[in-house]
C-alpha cells in the first residue's frame, strides 16, 4: 500500500517535471535517457511502440541539431505515454 502511494507519487512527480521543462531541457541527452526509462515502464505494447518510435525520431533531430523537430517527436511520444 505504502509502496504503490510511493510509486505513484515519483510517476506524477516525473510527468509534472517533464510538462514544465522547456524546449532547452527536453531536448537533451539527460531527458532521452529519462524518456527511455519512463517508456520501459509502460505497459500498453501498442502505446510503447508509439513512443518508442517517436522517442528515436526525436532523438535522431536532437543529433542533427534540430530543435523545432526534436520537440514535434518529443511531443507526439509524450502524448503516446498519456502525457
Ligand atoms: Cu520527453
Known sequence: MFTRLLVATFITTAICSVALAGAQDLCTDAHMKKMDEMIAKM?????????????????AEMKKGNTAGCMTHMNEAHKAMGM
Open 43 to 59: 505497459t500498453d505494447a501498442a502505446k510503447k511502440k508509439e513512443a518508442t518510435t517517436h522517442l528515436e525520431m526525436s532523438k
